[in-house]
């Protein structure tokens, strides 16, 4: 039947796909292209030039009465095979599991060598292709062996050097109730000074730890993702805690809040402190006594003065309190043990990094405490503070020996 004169008659609308679909198809193009390029040999890449480089890196090394066992990993994009082992210049028949290694796979090589205690050894390991790794031992001392009280040992430490401090510097809140409020936000500038420290502590640190280790899972960038990963993450809580309370402080967030992000920012921080402890002790490059525990306590104690300065105005119980030193100086703990019984330097550069980014995080939330009545947040009572918790921390950190 034909339409009647006159009247428009309307186009019968395309059917649209939905979208998830529009989502799907570049997606499927991109795994067909890349199945492709594969099923037909890599066309115009041509042959290798040249030899495969081996890229090999000591991730751990144990000494054991009578032997040397190193944790090599392949950081490369070729097999390598290792060849040979030398200590000060001399061959030794090793023992490993596997000669050959893929990409990323480690292996344990055992050298059977009568090392003397307090001895620097160096070690060079050859690939098949006549590449050399080389690897130095400062000082040689028997790896401690993960028993009961080896990690009584280290949980002991980091208590020591985590919990006790930060619970020390805790006791100074009814101090802080008393004082006057533009002492108050001198003190709050002297947390930000403080932090501000032990956030490019934790850059350089964990700069140097990505160094020493693999290479292959992103070396010192990794520094970089664990501090861009911790910041967003807390920025994204503190968000959320903002729209449950539904009464956050014009100038930043409530005390208690506030608090509990600076626990945590120094719990990361004391986490890769942790790490670092064990690890010396494991490896015997950790001088254990009375002064460096009294140095590891004048430093810290600064921590627990951070986190209960934004509690001057608010009656926090002891069950907070406690959680929130438990937060800051357990981590220590916890680093402690495994730097001594697990250590990779890819995981110890990301928790440093972690470490920065919450402290950046806890920076940006305590800075408008400090503002003026004018709105300034560099005058003159806030720069001195700034500068006395830089100073002070850097004069307590010189009293550290690792």
């Keep these: 039947m034909k339409a009647a004169e006159g009247v428009a008659t309307r186009p019968v609308p395309a059917p649209r796909l939905p979208a998830w679909a529009l989502g799907a198809i570049p997606l499927a193009l991109i795994a067909a292209a890349i199945a492709a390029f594969a099923l037909l040999g890599g066309p115009g890449l041509g042959d290798r030039n040249g030899v495969p480089v081996g890229e090999l890196t000591v991730e751990r090394t144990e000494l054991q009465p009578g032997e040397i066992m190193l944790t090599i990993r392949n950081d490369g994009p070729d097999p390598v095979e290792i060849a040979q082992v030398s200590v000060n210049d001399a061959y030794i028949p090793f023992e490993t599991e596997s000669k ?8 344990e090589i055992t050298v059977p060598y009568q090392w003397i205690e307090g001895q620097a ?4 390991v050859l690939t098949g292709t006549g590449g050399v790794v080389a690897h130095t031992i400062d000082a040689a001392a028997e790896t401690p062996g993960a028993g009961s009280g080896f990690f009584g040992l280290m949980a002991l430490l980091g208590i020591y050097v985590g919990v006790i401090p930060v619970a020390l510097g805790m006791l100074w809140l009814p101090f802080v109730r008393r004082i006057d409020p533009r002492w108050l936000q001198a003190l709050l500038a002297f947390t930000i000074g403080l932090l501000a420290f032990l956030g490019l502590d934790a850059l350089i640190e964990g700069v140097e ?14 520094v970089f993702v664990g501090a861009l990963a911790a910041y967003l993450l807390l920025a994204g809580i503190d968000s959320w805690f903002r729209e449950r309370r539904g009464r956050a402080k014009a100038a930043g967030a409530s005390g208690a809040a506030l608090a509990m992000m600076i626990a945590i920012g120094i719990g990361l921080h004391n986490l890769g402190e942790g790490l670092a402890i064990g690890t010396s002790y494991a490896v015997g490059a950790l001088a254990l006594g009375t002064f460096l525990v009294v140095g590891f306590a004048i430093h810290n104690t600064t921590e627990g003065l951070a986190i209960v300065a934004p509690l001057a105005d608010e009656q926090p119980g002891l069950g907070r309190l406690a959680l929130l030193g438990l937060v800051a100086g357990a981590p220590a703990v916890i680093g402690a043990v495994i730097g001594a019984a697990a250590y990779n330097a890819s995981v ?5 990094g972690a470490g920065v980014g919450a402290i950046a995080q806890v920076i940006v939330q305590i800075t408008p405490s400090i ?16 500068l006395a918790g830089i100073l002070f921390m850097y004069l307590t950190g010189l009293l550290i020996s690792v």
């Design 100 to 107: 050959s290694l893929g990409r990323l796979a480690a292996t």
């Design 121 to 124: 050894y160096e070690l060079f």
């Design 209 to 222: 730890t990505a160094q020493a280790g693999s290479q292959a899972f992103g070396g010192p960038g990794l």
């Design 348 to 352: 110890a550069a990301f928790l440093f």
């Design 371 to 386: 503002r003026d009545r004018e709105g300034r947040t560099l005058h003159s009572v806030a720069v001195a503070g700034l």
